[in-house]
């Protein structure tokens, strides 16, 4: 999934490891990436969470998309920083799953929290 993944890839985003319901996923904020307030722009941060929400449901096989998500920004990333994804499965019910996804940067200081609900496609297929 993540080879075809246009978006995350053109923006530097590099896969660590997805497996078994969990992934982990990292980004260097650019200073393309870098809002009026000389931070990190929130979409940016929401995009790497979101990517590393989606390896982990998508880790299980059947295609999963995602049903919503939510992010708490706890504080700010500047440019140069390396973001990494840490994703969580928490729960999986039927065809829905409710993931965690902590971006850090590389010094561990917590950055955002997100919390993503993920829904497995009829047949598995697109």
Do not use: K, Q
Not at 76 to 88: I, S
């Amino acid at each position: 999934m993540f080879d075809a993944d246009v978006a995350s890839r053109g923006l530097g985003i590099e896969l660590v490891r997805a497996a078994d319901g969990a992934a982990v996923a990292r980004m260097r904020v650019t200073g393309a990436m870098v809002n009026g307030h000389a931070i990190a722009h929130g979409g940016f941060v929401f995009l790497l969470a979101d990517t590393a929400f989606a390896l982990a449901c998508n880790s299980h096989g059947p295609v999963t998309v995602a049903a919503g998500g939510e992010i708490t920004f706890v504080r700010p990333a500047r440019e140069g920083d390396l973001l990494v994804a840490h994703a969580t499965e928490r729960t999986r019910y039927g065809r829905s799953g409710i993931y965690d996804v902590t971006v850090t940067r590389d010094d561990g200081e917590v950055v955002a929290e997100f919390r993503g609900r993920s829904r497995t496609l009829a047949g598995g297929g697109g």
